[in-house]
């Protein structure tokens, strides 16, 4: 990738999307091609072959989805799975129309086995079964990495799958239907500030352990994938069968830390109780991160003082 690329961001109205754009932008990638959701339905076959036709971009960054919390998840799987593998379809296969150089196509650390070793290794994709509650969206994200393997196999093409862990950071969802544990706990503890409750309550015995990653460090290990020269970009979709990597800070947490450094920035003095009658899920869920690491790339964003940018940023913008 360099300056003079047209680069296509799709959903970069989104978390990831947001983060891509900002992180182009800082590194002096102006030609940027961007569609809101309702401009350009990446659903829509016709209409991406359209778009493809008529902006011909040099590198795709594919971060759109269908995404949402275990509620979302468990009542909608069909819409789930059929948006995403229709998105991952139509804009690797166009990708590959076009002649495009590079594709990072976006998964989630999902798609590895519910019980799989910790940390989680590139390798064990396929080798147990995954978390039931969203099997359908785990399979669409694995279908958009066979579908990479597959053109880059048989087309010659150069297309990555990126899983993030946990992310955290601007344009994040604060809805608590379907937010992620840490903007929960933000808007929990902001919320029970707010009305002077004494006590904040939160799901689970507080012991599991999850990795968080600012968005930010994301965009940025993308940045440094992007722009490898072309014997390191094939070197990283050959390492293995498949072209994936994982992008992770490689440290994990207890949502019991979690919660005391959400207190701590959001200013909540009172009781954090755990109901531990709520399901704690897996144990731990940490991505193994030595092949990014060893690319030169690693996180910048302590998740300590991430948290408190995060509420900064929550207060300027008034999300809630
Ligand atoms: N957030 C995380 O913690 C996390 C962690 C690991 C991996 N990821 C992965 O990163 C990717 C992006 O996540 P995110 O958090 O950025 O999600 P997000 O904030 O919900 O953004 C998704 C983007 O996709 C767009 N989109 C959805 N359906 C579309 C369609 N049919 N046509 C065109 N655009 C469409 C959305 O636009 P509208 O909003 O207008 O519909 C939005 O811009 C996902 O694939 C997810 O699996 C996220």
């Known amino acids: 990738m360099n300056t003079t690329d047209k680069i296509f961001v799709c959903g970069h109205s989104g978390m990831v999307g947001s983060a891509l754009v900002r992180a182009l932008r800082r590194h002096g990638y102006a030609n940027l091609v961007l569609r809101t959701h309702a401009e350009l339905d990446l659903t829509d076959m016709a209409a991406v072959a359209r778009f493809f036709d008529a902006e011909q971009p040099d590198v795709v960054f594919h971060p759109a989805g269908r995404v949402g919390g275990i509620v979302a998840n468990s009542t909608y799987p069909a819409d789930f799975i059929r948006d995403n593998v229709q998105m991952e379809i139509n804009v690797i296969h166009q990708a590959w129309v076009h002649g495009v150089k590079r594709l990072l196509y976006f998964g989630s650390s999902c798609i590895y086995p519910r019980a799989c ?45 990126v899983m993030p862990t946990n992310l955290y950071g601007p344009g994040d969802h604060y809805d608590l239907q379907n937010s992620h544990v840490l903007p929960a706990l933000i808007r929990k503890m902001h919320e029970a500030n707010t009305r002077g409750d004494a006590e904040v309550v939160i799901w689970g015995s507080g012991r599991p352990r ?38 992770g800070c490689g440290e994990d947490s207890t949502i019991a830390e979690l919660a005391q450094w959400v207190a701590a920035a959001v200013g909540f003095g009172g009781t954090l109780r755990y109901d531990t009658g709520k399901p704690d899920g897996t144990p731990q869920k940490l991505l193994e991160v030595s092949r990014i690491k060893a690319l030169g790339w690693a996180p910048r964003i302590g998740l300590r003082e991430g948290i408190a940018a995060t509420y900064r940023d929550v207060l300027k913008e008034k999300l809630f």
């Open 117 to 161: 070793p910790q940390p989680i290794r590139e390798e064990y994709l396929l080798t147990g079964e995954l978390e039931p509650t969203n099997s359908a969206y785990a399979i669409s994200k694995i279908a958009g990495v066979e579908t990479c393997r597959s053109y880059n196999q048989q087309h010659g093409t150069r297309f990555l799958a």
């Open 210 to 247: 999850r990795e968080f990653l600012h968005v930010d460090d994301l965009a940025e290990a993308c940045m440094m994938l992007a722009s490898l020269d072309t014997a390191s970009f094939d070197k990283v979709l050959r390492t293995w069968r498949y072209p994936l990597i994982n992008i």
